[in-house]
């Protein structure tokens, strides 16, 4: 089975600076996918960033990119240039290419962004 | 964009109750999901749906049934609802017609059982 772990259970970051939300996972799979999702106080989960494991360039979505080390098991988030909407719950989800495709969760990172 | 609806957002039930939480989509995915939030923690993963007629138990399925009922909708019952069981519930989707993409979620059913 998979697990995934956030280590920061909650960070803080001012308007217009950079933080890096870290998450490790343990598998044994070579062929899975990352994905970063968002949870506002709303409770939606919004999808951040998605990285396919084959690929060693890192992903980036605007503002928010990763540091993907596949041999390190180890995919973070930078979220550049922070803004008070980034205000959230972050978890880092990981999902084995398979039949049912399921998510595996870590246990989340709240992040609060200070004007 | 409707994506996926689930039905209803809040419900408090005594111990012993049964329910059934709804989900639909309307973009035509094969895989459904249920998973439960609790409180600081991810989401666990109750029950799936690969595709329409089949469904498998997650990491977390005691207490717990499901119904695929149609390729749009998948739906939760609690036969006899437990405290523990109070939660938030997310159902989701997923196309599979392409690797790389989501499971894209609904807004969640907040469950209380007292």
């Known amino acids: 089975a998979q697990t995934v772990t956030q280590s920061q259970p909650e960070m803080s970051v001012q308007e217009a600076e950079t933080v890096t939300l870290s998450c490790t996972y343990d598998?044994?799979?070579?062929?899975?996918?990352l994905f970063w999702y968002k949870q506002p106080p709303s409770r939606q989960m919004i999808l951040v960033i998605r990285q396919e494991a084959y690929k060693q360039q890192n992903a980036t979505e605007n503002r928010f990119s990763v540091n993907f080390q596949k041999a390190a098991k180890s995919f973070s988030l930078k979220i550049s240039d922070s803004q008070l909407g980034d205000t959230a719950m972050y978890f880092c989800?990981?999902?084995?290419?398979?039949?049912?495709?399921?998510?595996?969760f870590g246990g989340g990172t709240r992040l609060m962004v200070k004007p | 964009n409707a994506g996926v609806t689930q039905t209803p957002k809040f419900q408090v039930l005594k111990t012993g109750q049964s329910m059934t939480l709804q989900c639909a989509q309307d973009m035509n995915h094969n895989s459904m999901y249920w998973y439960r939030q609790d409180p600081g923690m991810g989401l666990r993963l109750i029950y799936y749906s690969a595709s329409e007629g089949t469904t498998d138990k997650g990491e977390v399925p005691n207490g717990y049934n499901v119904s695929r009922l149609n390729k749009r909708e998948f739906s939760l019952r609690l036969e006899s609802a437990a405290p523990s069981q109070t939660s938030v519930y997310f159902c989701?989707?997923?196309?599979?017609?392409?690797?790389?993409?989501?499971?894209?979620f609904g807004d969640g059913t907040r469950l209380s059982i007292l």
């Open positions: 598998t044994s799979e070579s062929n899975y996918y």
């Open positions: 989701a989707s997923r196309t599979t017609g392409v690797s790389n993409q989501p499971q894209h």
């Open positions: 989800a990981f999902m084995k290419h398979n039949a049912g495709n399921m998510l595996t």
